[in-house]
């Protein structure tokens, strides 16, 4: 697809579009030697595990692994979901550890604490914890989830103590969960507070900041049309060295296809800095930037950035 395009889709038509290249991308393949693990194209920063739970299916880290070969991811990071605003069931820091275990070579654990938890009090208490995490094999912290303001002293805490531990802090941003305003001043204020911190911006809030018209409705939604200049995000990623981007998700996707001329050149402008993602936590999901991602024609260095090497450079892999 030619950026130019752009106008020739609407987002259902491309994300029916996403559907059935991802359906057909997971018919069985055969397993894959070390050799050609070496050609993947991407690392993903974003998945999960799940646990059986009503009747959501359950995700084994064989299914996600044989889901990884079939995409042509070669590792992926495994985000425990602690938070109650987070998830229809709570997924530990414990269990992702133990899972993830036998497959290190390719799932990189990550843990997360809530910053509400009252029998860890005091940032020395925190980062004790997150030592013993990352002991255990953890690489980040996250998904970052909580119903709180993103700079709520609570978080600031906690963010403080993944940064004396060396953890890169994925967070979500919506009206929901680590809240903020149009513009994103909360954001702001944690990094003026924690300027050695690293984070991972993700979800609506943070994608919809992509739009310099951004209002704060639409921190929850995924907005549709041409984006204007002079978003949060390009401001905040040119001003803070330690902000990235996490790619996945509907909103990471929508961020970039409702505008392809913008988000292509968002992607160039901020290559060193955004990370290919998928947030899969399901058998069966449909992921859209498996194909959103081969039909933007983006500079083969861009793409090795974006797909991979920003990764392996972040989490030290």
Same mark, same amino acid.
């Given at each position: 697809?030619?950026?130019?395009?752009?106008?020739?889709?609407?987002?259902?038509? !491309?994300?029916?579009?996403?559907?059935?290249?991802?359906?057909?991308?997971?018919?069985?393949?055969?397993?894959?030697?070390?050799?050609?693990?070496?050609?993947?194209?991407?690392?993903?920063i974003?998945?999960?595990?799940?646990?059986?739970?009503?009747?959501?299916?359950?995700?084994?880290?064989?299914? #996600?692994?044989?889901?990884?070969?079939?995409?042509?991811?070669?590792?992926?990071?495994?985000?425990?979901?602690?938070?109650?605003?987070?998830?229809?069931?709570?997924?530990? $820091?414990?269990?992702?550890l133990?899972? $993830?275990?036998?497959?290190?070579?390719?799932?990189?654990?990550?843990?997360?604490?809530?910053?509400?938890?009252?029998?860890?009090?005091?940032?020395?208490?925190?980062?004790?914890?997150?030592?013993?995490? @990352?002991?255990?094999?953890? =690489?980040? !912290?996250?998904?970052?989830?909580?119903?709180?303001?993103?700079?709520?002293?609570?978080?600031?805490?906690?963010?403080?103590?993944?940064?004396?531990?060396?953890f890169?802090? #994925?967070?979500? #941003?919506?009206?929901?969960r680590?809240?903020?305003?149009?513009?994103?001043?909360?954001?702001? =204020?944690?990094? @003026?507070?924690?300027?050695?911190?690293?984070f991972i911006?993700?979800?609506?809030?943070?994608?919809?900041?992509?739009?310099?018209?951004?209002?704060?409705?639409?921190?929850?939604k995924?907005?549709?049309? $041409?984006?204007?200049?002079?978003?949060?995000? /390009?401001?905040?990623?040119?001003?803070?060295?330690?902000?990235?981007?996490?790619?996945?998700a509907?909103?990471?996707?929508?961020?970039?296809?409702?505008?392809?001329? !913008?988000?292509?050149? !968002?992607?160039?402008?901020?290559?060193?800095?955004?990370?290919?993602? $998928? /947030?899969?936590?399901?058998?069966? @999901?449909?992921?859209? @930037?498996?194909?959103?991602?081969?039909?933007?024609?983006?500079?083969?260095?861009?793409?090795?950035?974006?797909?991979?090497?920003?990764?392996?450079? #972040?989490?030290?892999?």
């Amino acid at each position: 697809m030619k950026t130019q395009q752009h106008t020739s889709l609407n987002r259902r038509q !491309f994300c029916l579009s996403a559907l059935a290249a991802t359906g057909a991308a997971l018919a069985p393949r055969p397993a894959q030697s070390e050799a050609a693990r070496s050609t993947y194209r991407y690392n993903d920063i974003h998945t999960h595990l799940g646990q059986p739970w009503g009747n959501r299916p359950e995700l084994t880290p064989e299914g #996600l692994l044989k889901w990884m070969d079939a995409n042509e991811i070669g590792k992926a990071c495994v985000l425990p979901l602690v938070n109650p605003e987070a998830w229809d069931h709570p997924i530990s $820091t414990d269990y992702v550890l133990l899972k $993830t275990e036998p497959y290190r070579d390719r799932l990189i654990p990550f843990c997360a604490i809530d910053p509400r938890v009252i029998n860890l009090s005091g940032q020395k208490a925190k980062v004790d914890q997150l030592k013993r995490y @990352q002991d255990a094999g953890a =690489k980040g !912290f996250g998904e970052s989830k909580p119903g709180v303001k993103m700079d709520d002293p609570r978080n600031l805490e906690l963010f403080a103590a993944c940064a004396e531990v060396g953890f890169p802090v #994925l967070f979500h #941003l919506d009206n929901s969960r680590n809240t903020d305003q149009a513009g994103l001043p909360g954001l702001e =204020k944690v990094h @003026q507070a924690l300027p050695e911190g690293r984070f991972i911006g993700h979800a609506q809030g943070w994608w919809a900041s992509i739009d310099g018209a951004v209002t704060q409705d639409q921190l929850q939604k995924y907005p549709e049309g $041409t984006v204007a200049e002079g978003g949060a995000l /390009d401001r905040l990623m040119a001003k803070y060295p330690n902000l990235y981007g996490d790619l996945s998700a509907g909103s990471g996707a929508n961020a970039i296809m409702r505008d392809l001329d !913008f988000g292509r050149e !968002f992607l160039i402008r901020n290559q060193d800095r955004l990370l290919f993602g $998928t /947030d899969y936590l399901a058998p069966g @999901q449909n992921v859209p @930037q498996l194909s959103l991602y081969r039909e933007i024609d983006l500079p083969e260095s861009v793409q090795a950035k974006i797909y991979r090497d920003n990764h392996i450079k #972040l989490l030290g892999l």
